[in-house]
């Protein structure tokens, strides 16, 4: 997932366009097929005691119904787009194709999706122009059990000879999901699928602060992201004085690399900040318009993190020991695994230190592997500032994942004030000068 926001350069020629032009894009980046009967779980989270509005404090709302919510719509990257999807639409954006022409106005707030697991979206100012653990192997300990018992259904000849999926599947997983869909097994002419835990997202502890879930790495920054985007460009007075565009990226295939036509390793958040400066300024712009743009653009990697584990405590560095419900974790890694900079970081604590938000730094031990994010593949593709962070939590990558809702609401706030005042902290800042 990445947030960014890009700065579009001044024109060099009167634009044909009356408003001022905007100077900047902010992007963050992970969506539904199919919402049937999957198991409920809104009662769970909604009716929730830790949920409920405290009137005796003067805290900002917390969005972590909406997360366990989220999650509880989000079993695979398909259902978290259209569930994205489906919220971007409600918040009044406007869906966009790749294969068509973009119009894009200042003002506006757009997104499209690519192969349906990948979803990008954005706002444009009005006056813009790893760990040790236990090592499943993959063949032998992940076989799903589907039945023990099934009478064989024999196929004839002509099946065999034809494209249908009866050849290459077992006639009961066909015969389930023609139920599930509401069509014939023939009909079926290929599939995708996965298998996820159907365990409702909650709250638990003590003090009920953890969130248990599937899916928190990577839906938990998704969420946050989607969250401060929609809740930043709500209104237009919002983006009135905005002079760069707000954008959250979020892509399918990072756990497994990234490289994928619908991954952070395809071109997508290039050719969008292209299409969009296109859109926006024709030829006014002058030489270099797009890389001009990108040089003055920022980008949030946002990752989950591995929280200190209490009977873990040797699996990180003695000084950086992130820990839950203490804000979001900044990543530095000089092999560059992260793409954190001293720059980077000092810009997205600013912004902490402004709004008295908690952060913690990690740097992995010296002999140990580090892990990696779309940060680097982004910085090192698109060639833009990038720092690499994510929320603490513990059990990553397991079916059921653990973090704190502190460090939620507090991650929405850090994305939602990096909306907000991006430009302004970046005009301060003076580099290559
Ligand atoms: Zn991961």
């Known amino acids: 997932m990445a947030l960014l926001r890009l700065h579009l350069p001044r024109p060099l ?10 100077s900047a894009l902010s992007a963050s980046a992970t969506s539904c097929l199919w919402r049937g009967r999957l198991p409920a779980s809104r009662l769970l989270c909604s009716s929730h005691p830790a949920l409920a509005p405290d009137a005796s404090s003067a805290a900002p709302p917390s969005i972590v119904a909406g997360l366990l919510d989220y999650l509880n719509e989000s079993w695979t990257q398909f259902h978290a787009t259209a569930e994205a999807k489906r919220q971007l639409l409600d918040a009044g954006f406007k869906l ?28 444009i100012g009005e006056n813009t122009v790893n760990t040790d653990g236990f090592k499943p ?11 023990t018992k099934h009478e064989d259904t024999p196929t004839n000849s002509d099946e065999k000879s034809s494209n249908s999926t009866k050849v290459t599947h077992h006639p009961l997983l066909l015969q389930i999901l023609s139920e599930e869909i509401g069509c014939d097994p023939d009909e079926i002419i290929g599939m995708e699928l996965n298998v996820c835990d159907t365990q409702p997202s909650c709250l638990g502890g003590g003090n009920n602060e953890f969130i248990y879930s599937g899916r928190l790495d990577n839906l938990a920054s998704c969420y946050c992201a989607l969250r401060s985007l929609m809740d930043s460009s709500k209104m237009a007075e919002q983006l009135s004085n905005e002079k760069a565009i707000r954008m959250v990226a979020m892509f399918d ?39 001009r743009a990108i040089h003055s653009s920022f980008l949030v990697s946002a990752d989950m993190a591995h929280a200190l584990h209490p009977n873990y405590a040797e699996k990180h560095e003695e000084c950086h020991r992130p820990e839950l419900q203490k804000g979001l974790v900044i990543k530095h890694n000089a092999n560059q695994r992260y793409a954190t900079s001293a720059v980077t970081a000092f810009l997205f604590k600013e912004i902490a230190r402004i709004h008295n938000l908690p952060v913690q730094e990690f740097v992995v031990r010296n ?11 982004l910085a090192s593709g698109v060639g833009i500032r990038t720092v690499d962070c994510g929320i603490p939590q513990l059990s990553m990558h397991s079916v059921r994942e653990m973090c704190g809702k502190e460090d939620v609401d507090t991650t929405y706030r850090h994305f939602k004030a990096f909306f907000e005042m991006f430009s302004d902290i970046d005009r301060k800042l003076n580099v290559d000068f």
Not at 13 to 19: D, E, G, K, V, W
Not at 367 to 377: A, F, L, Q, V, Y
């Open 13 to 22: 020629l009167s634009s044909r366009r009356s408003p001022a032009l905007p």
């Open 367 to 377: 002999d140990m592997g580090c892990g990696s994010t779309i940060g680097p593949i």
């Open 96 to 123: 966009l194709s790749e294969s068509d022409d973009w119009d894009l106005q200042p003002g506006g707030r757009y997104f499209f999706t690519r192969n349906m697991s990948c979803l990008v979206a954005f706002a």
């Open 253 to 291: 295939n990072e756990e497994v690399g990234s490289d994928s036509m619908q991954g952070a390793g395809a071109p997508t958040m290039f050719q969008a900040m292209r299409r969009i400066i296109d859109s926006l300024m024709h030829q006014s712009m002058g030489e270099g318009a797009l890389e």
């Open 137 to 147: 192997n993959l063949e032998t300990h992940l076989v799903p059990l589907l039945a």
